[in-house]
C-alpha cells in the first residue's frame, strides 16, 4: 500500500510544480493528499527553514546544519507525517532521508553510515513507500531557479545560501541521488525532469498509478 | 594542561554562581578565561534555547529536541569553544556532552551508545580537560529554582519546561550524572552542591588549582 511519497532532487528540478500535479490528481480521484515539505512542515520547521536558507551572521557549521535538519525531520514525522499516514491520508513530502544522504552525505562528505544512523533516529521508523527523483543537469535546474528569483523580486525573495552555493557541490549531489536510486531501484524512481512539466507531471502519474494498484 | 572546563549537573545546583566565581579567582590570577553556556553560546544557540526552554505551541518531540540541543553544540564547538581553545584562552561552560548523556540518555531514555555518537559528531574532538559536577539532591535544586523564579517576577521569566518536569524525571538525571562521573572519575569531579556557595567555591578552586598545576 503506497501511502507515503518523497520528492527528492536538485533545486530548480520542479519538485513543488510536480507535487502540486500530483495532488491535484490524486484529489481529483477522490485520494485524500497532504502536502509538506521539508524543511519546515512543523511551526519549529518554519522557524528552522528561515535558519537554515535564509543565515545571516555567523556561517553554520556543517555538522550544526546536519542536526536541524534532523531536528526539523524528528519534529515533522512525529507532528505531521505519522498521523496523517495512520488516518489514512496519502502523504505527499517534497525532501526528505534522501536529501540528507545526498547534500550532507554525498555533497558535504559527511559519512554515510552514520547519516543512515541519524536518518533512523530523526524518522523513527517512518519510511517512504515510494520515492521519486527528479533529475535533470544542474545547469538547467539552477538556471531555472534563477529565472524563478528574477521573476519575483517584488516578494523579495533572499538568494538563499543553498543556491549560492558551486556547481561542484550540486554535481555532487545530482550524482549521490542517482547513486541512492541505483541502490534502491524499488522504491526510488528516477524521473526526467528535463522535459516539459506536463510531461514530467504524466511521468509521475503513471509511476504513482502503478504503484498504488 | 587544563584549557577547557565544564560545569555540569541538575537545575538549581548552583552553575551559574559558580562559574562566575571561577571565572573571578581565575582572572584575578591573570588567566584569561570566556564563560560560555549551551544552549545558547552563540546566535544560533540563543535561538534554539529560546525554542528548547520557553516552548509554546507543539510539544517537542525528544529526538527533535536532541537534535537542536546537538545542533547548538555543534555552532558551539565551530564558532566559540574551538576558537578560544587555540588562541590559550580557559573556556569555562555551563552544560556540555554530559547534559546529552543524563538528559536525554538516562533521564529520556534514549540509546548512550547513540548519543555518545552524535556528541563525537556534535563536539568534533573538543573535549572537556576537566568536569566539575554539581551535585546536590534534587528537592534541593528544584527548591532553588523555585526560589530564583519567585525572586525576580519583574523579570517575568518563564517557568521552563524542564523546570515543570516531574521530580522522578530529575532523580533519574541527578543518578545518571553520578553514573558518568564514576566511568570517569579522573576527568569527571564530583562536587558537593548542597553546602552554601562559598564553601562550593572554595573546593572547586582547589580542584582547579591541583589540576592546573
Known amino acids: 500500500m503506497v501511502r507515503f511519497v518523497t520528492f527528492e532532487g536538485g533545486d530548480g528540478t520542479g519538485k513543488t510544480t510536480q507535487i502540486r500535479a500530483l495532488a491535484s490528481y490524486l484529489t481529483s480521484k477522490g485520494k485524500a493528499c497532504l502536502v509538506t515539505r521539508e524543511p519546515g512542515g512543523t511551526d519549529l520547521g518554519a522557524m528552522l527553514r528561515r535558519v537554515l536558507l535564509e543565515a545571516g551572521g555567523a556561517p553554520i557549521a556543517?555538522?550544526?546544519?546536519l542536526f536541524l535538519y534532523l531536528a526539523d525531520r524528528a519534529q515533522h514525522v512525529s507532528e505531521v507525517i505519522r498521523p496523517a499516514v495512520a488516518a489514512g491520508t496519502i502523504v505527499l513530502c517534497d525532501r526528505y532521508t534522501d536529501s540528507t544522504l545526498a547534500y550532507q552525505g554525498y555533497?558535504?562528505?559527511?559519512?554515510?553510515?552514520?547519516l543512515r544512523q541519524f536518518n533512523s533516529v530523526?524518522?523513527?521508523?517512518?519510511r517512504p513507500d515510494l520515492t521519486l527523483l527528479l533529475d535533470c543537469p544542474v545547469d538547467v535546474g539552477l538556471g531555472r531557479t534563477a529565472h524563478r528569483q528574477k521573476q519575483s523580486q517584488s516578494d523579495a525573495p533572499k538568494e538563499d545560501r543553498f543556491e549560492r552555493e558551486k556547481l561542484e557541490f550540486h554535481d555532487k549531489?545530482?550524482?549521490?541521488?542517482?547513486?541512492?536510486?541505483?541502490?534502491?531501484?524499488?522504491?526510488?524512481?528516477?524521473v526526467d525532469a528535463a522535459r516539459p512539466a506536463e510531461e514530467v507531471s504524466l511521468a509521475i502519474r503513471e509511476i504513482v498509478d502503478k504503484a498504488m494498484n
Do not use: H, M, N, Y
Open 173 to 190: 549531489v545530482r550524482s549521490g541521488f542517482l547513486k541512492l536510486a541505483r541502490q534502491e531501484p524499488e522504491r526510488i524512481r528516477v
Open 62 to 65: 556543517p555538522s550544526s546544519e
Open 122 to 126: 530523526a524518522d523513527d521508523g517512518t
Open 107 to 114: 555533497g558535504r562528505g559527511l559519512d554515510l553510515a552514520l
